[in-house]
């Protein structure tokens, strides 16, 4: 069974500029949580999709932005970049609640 | 609001020792914890989750076990080597009903020394 998959893997971007990365879940899976990790910061909560529908959000500004397809792909967009949202942002796919997490590899993104 | 600390924050270690990772959290209300390990600029693994329920889980030479009383985990590792190198981290859900934003630990580095 395939896993979660993520593209693009790398981003390089201008401040100012926006940015859409994607996140296809696994087969079946119809929660999908995005997650942004810094050296400095760790990981942190971005949003959680389920049935199209954002059902939790971290603590992020209004930049930080998704959906959710009917076929549960989802994507995440930041408008605005600025030099902090260098980071590596990740996916996680479940079933539905509170289950095991599977994570796609990720995508990079460079801000310059 | 639920914190996550793992200690120690790095760790190195000759091959072929026993090691514990630890992992602690403050709000005891948790559904499961889940233990993920990272390879440098990559994505995590799941290696085990541990319901609430549940005191230990055991996965080849991975052993996690949960005291929710006391807001903590271990992960035991057995018989480790070089290819263990990694970041372990923790994360735990809010609550059952809570969706699946899961709050991680800072992390262990771990280095096996051949």
């Known amino acids: 069974k395939a896993g979660v998959t993520q593209t693009p893997r790398y981003l390089i971007k201008t401040r100012g500029q926006q940015v859409t990365l994607s996140c296809s879940p696994i087969?079946?899976?119809?929660?999908v949580s995005w997650y942004q990790q810094t050296p400095g910061q760790g990981l942190q909560f971005l949003f959680e999709?389920?049935?199209?529908?954002?059902?939790n959000k971290g603590n992020f500004p209004g930049r930080f932005s998704g959906r959710q397809f009917s076929n549960s792909r989802s994507e995440m967009n930041v408008s605005t970049l600025e030099l902090g949202d260098s980071a590596l942002y990740l996916c996680?796919?479940?079933?539905?609640?509170?289950?095991?997490?599977?994570f796609g590899p990720g995508t990079r993104l460079t801000v310059t | 609001k639920q914190e996550v600390t793992q200690i120690p924050a790095a760790l190195s270690v000759p091959e072929g020792e026993n090691l514990v990772l630890n992992c602690s959290f403050t709000?005891?209300?948790?559904?499961?914890l889940q233990w993920f390990r990272q390879d440098p600029g990559k994505g995590l693994t799941s290696l085990l989750l541990?319901?609430?329920?549940?005191r230990e889980q055991t996965s080849g030479r991975l052993n996690a076990s949960l005291d929710k009383s006391s807001g903590r985990s271990t992960l035991y590792i057995a018989a480790s080597q070089p290819g263990d190198s990694a970041t372990y981290l923790c994360?735990?859900?809010?609550?059952?009903?809570?969706?699946?934003?899961?709050?991680f630990g800072g992390g262990t580095r771990l280095m096996v020394k051949p």
């Open positions: 541990i319901q609430s329920s549940q």
């Open positions: 994360a735990v859900p809010p609550g059952m009903d809570a969706g699946n934003m899961l709050t």
């Open positions: 996680a796919s479940s079933l539905a609640g509170v289950e095991e997490q599977y």
């Open positions: 709000d005891s209300a948790i559904y499961n």
């Open positions: 087969s079946g899976h119809r929660s």
């Open positions: 999709y389920f049935s199209e529908t954002q059902r």
